[in-house]
């Protein structure tokens, strides 16, 4: 799918200097960058979840069957 973009001169003369040295299209860093900062901002996510049961003094199979019992 194509897009439009508005990117400011300094970062396309940048874009095409790497795309030189890589020997690759400016489209294809550009892709390349998406992907890496969404798969950064999916691990963060993640990460914020990780250990959210730690500090707590109940006990995690207990809190699920009191809740399940509500329904």
Known sequence: MRTLVDIPDKQ????????TQKKLSRAA???EAIASY?????????????GLWGNRKVDGLEYQ?????EW
Do not use: N
């Open 38 to 50: 969404l798969a950064v901002q999916t691990r963060k996510k993640s990460m914020d979840a990780f």
């Open 12 to 19: 396309l003369r940048e874009l095409t200097r790497l795309g």
């Open 65 to 69: 069957e009191k809740l399940r019992s």
């Open 29 to 31: 860093i550009i892709r």
